[in-house]
């Protein structure tokens, strides 16, 4: 897996969130149960999402997480970038430390052009593209 499980958890249970919008809040124990994941890991996950404007939390009888905002109008890199903090695309494929365009490690020319088409798709999904196309039953 190129990405943490902090960002696996992250964009799961927003393109989840994004399948019932009907569904204003979202608990924490309905989403662990519902994707499998841990509900302790996922409880900060979506503190995390909260803190950074992607979602809303409520708290009460009532309360929980929902989506702030058109979930066709977030694209996935912005939750990747939050999440891991854009180390996983960032760093050299072979994890040298002075890798770059003047010292270049073996892979560095091939990556750079994936990487740069892989963020581009990336931008161009979003969360409700997600929930249309992937993981329908949101199973593992």
């Not at 365009?101 to 409700?128: G, Y």
Request: net charge positive; proline share 4%; charged share 25%.
């Amino acid at each position: 897996m190129v990405f943490t499980k902090s960002t696996e958890y992250a964009l799961k249970s927003m393109a989840y969130m994004a399948k019932f919008p009907e569904t204003d809040n979202f608990r924490v124990k309905e989403l662990s149960s519902q994707l499998k994941l841990s509900t302790s890991y996922l409880a900060k996950i979506l503190q995390k999402l909260t803190r950074h404007g992607f979602l809303n939390s409520v708290t009460g009888p009532r309360g929980g997480f929902g989506l702030n905002g058109d979930p066709k109008k977030i694209n996935i890199l912005e939750v990747i970038r939050t999440m891991d903090d854009a180390r996983a695309l960032d760093n050299c494929l072979l994890g040298w430390a002075e890798c770059g365009d003047n010292n270049p490690c073996p892979f560095h020319k091939r990556w750079k052009v994936f990487k740069n088409d892989l963020q581009d798709h990336m931008t161009a999904t979003t969360i409700q593209d997600m929930a249309d196309g992937f993981w329908p039953n949101f199973k593992q």
